[in-house]
């Protein structure tokens, strides 16, 4: 049964909780290239989750300038995020949960070469087959891209594969709903529940909840 199954797991809000590591490298990208910001780190929070050139653009810097800050941003991301990224609860149980019934695979706005590290370091890298990252599409979510991407990698075939998609953020569900693909959102991450109801009738507390109705879905009790 495994194999008919593949599970697509969001990163941030969804996985691990790498706010501080964002906000500080956001932070340090203002003040590194003499920027006036005006907002705050909830701001920057609630942002969270859209590409980085488009989260600069929201934040007032100027779109000519905004891959300027993009490179800083990463320079100062690569040096912090170990340090400042944690697993969120019970995300072990979550990836063992799930890998007894699917394959699984990562689709982040994050690009692939900080999150392979990243998730190395956090010790749940062999979980996953794939990551689908920033930088391996055309277009980031909430264009089904990404998870369309993933899923040509992962051989998949409608006839005989059921997938889900878990996320926090309505770009996560909006992108499944585009691909064709079930999902579920996730209240552990920079969403409420109002807004993901807009996008999906399946709503948990965290990933493992998402996994535990996944697989009742998939398996039912008779």
Known sequence: MKEKNILLFDLDGTLIDSTEAIVCSFNHTFNKLGFDYKGNDEDIKNLIGYPLDIMYKD??????KVWDYVDAYKEKYKEVSKEKTLLLENVKNTLDLASQFARLAVVTTKTAKYSL??????????YFEFITGREDVEYPKPHPQPILKTLELMNYDK???????IGDTKLDLICANSAGVNC?????????????KE???HISKDAFEAVKLIKDNLYPIL
């Open 59 to 64: 934040l007032g810097v100027d779109e000519d």
């Open 117 to 126: 590290p990243l998730l190395e370091h956090l010790e749940i890298l062999d």
């Open 159 to 165: 006839e005989h594969h059921k997938v889900w998609m």
């Open 184 to 196: 579920v959102g996730v209240l552990c991450g920079y969403s409420n529940e109002d807004a993901l």
């Open 199 to 201: 996008y999906s009738k």
